[in-house]
């Protein structure tokens, strides 16, 4: 598929008296693009601002068409962003109001979105986590319900932030291969490199710019050798 499409037009973003990103252009196109690098890289920031959380100071961000801040309230079918931490994300105090939210959040009434929200667990054979309390729920169990609830909407792009961060074996591996059965874009952020070792395209982002893009074996190589250097340097120094 070829329809996706986020543009991110000379794009400043400045949080707090930090400027983010100045003037930055990209195209994202692909069906999987991977995200890497450092802690403070700008790459849960890059995905706050396509997915609508945070706006540009300058330049525009479009997804699919829409503008992210002129045409807000198309946004939920376009893109849909899984944080890293699911306390952030989860609002809801059942599972089952949680998914219907994603529905609502889409135009649907509010019973119409609870009745789906149901029958999409159903389908999944996890009738019993509706009524669970999330709060009740291990964090890998959080997460999912974060996966769901941007299934049951299914926009166009999902973004997800660090999804294996704290993740065990299987359960990465799980997610891996749920990820690799939709047909929607998906943009994700990770210091697990063989997850996007594999992409078609992978991004360095380095202090807010883009330090290398290209296949992912290519960009993750690259960083992997850069963080090589400077771990050696490191102890070059404090030898
Ligand atoms: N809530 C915030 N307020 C001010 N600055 C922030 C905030 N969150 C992140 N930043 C700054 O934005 C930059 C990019 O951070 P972030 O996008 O979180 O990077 P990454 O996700 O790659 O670790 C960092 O320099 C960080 O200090
Ligand atoms: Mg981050």
């Not at 069906?31 to 849960?44: H, P, Q």
């Not at 945070?54 to 198309?74: F, N, S, W």
């Not at 998914?99 to 009434?109: P, V």
């Not at 992978?202 to 250097?229: H, I, T």
Request: net charge negative; proline share 3%.
């Amino acid at each position: 598929m070829s329809s996706h499409s986020i543009h991110l037009e000379a794009v400043t973003l400045v949080r707090g008296n930090q400027h983010v990103f100045e003037g930055l252009t990209l195209s994202l196109r692909e069906t999987r693009i991977g995200l890497v690098g450092d802690n403070g890289a700008g790459k849960s920031s890059l995905f706050r601002l396509i997915s609508g959380l945070e706006q540009p100071q300058q330049g525009r961000v479009l997804v699919h068409g829409c503008d992210t801040q002129a045409d807000r309230k198309q946004l939920p079918k376009h893109v849909g962003l899984m944080f890293q931490n699911p306390d952030d994300q989860i609002i809801f105090p059942t599972v089952a109001e949680e998914l219907a939210f994603s529905l609502t959040a889409r135009g649907e009434t509010r019973q119409a979105a609870r009745q789906q929200a149901r029958e999409f667990l159903a389908q999944r054979g996890l009738d019993a986590w509706a009524g669970r309390a999330v709060g009740e729920l291990s964090q890998g169990q959080r997460q999912q319900v974060c996966l769901l609830a941007l299934q049951i909407s299914r926009p166009a792009t999902l973004l997800l932030d660090e999804p294996f961060a704290s993740l065990d074996l299987l359960s990465q591996a799980r997610l891996a291969a749920q990820l690799d059965a939709t047909d929607q874009q998906i943009v994700v952020s990770t210091h697990l490199l063989e997850h996007v070792y594999d992409f078609e395209r992978v991004l360095w982002l380095e202090q807010g710019k883009v330090r290398a893009d290209g296949p992912g074996r290519e960009v993750c190589e690259a960083y992997a050798e850069n963080v090589r250097e400077r771990a050696a340097a490191e102890r070059g120094r404090h030898a």
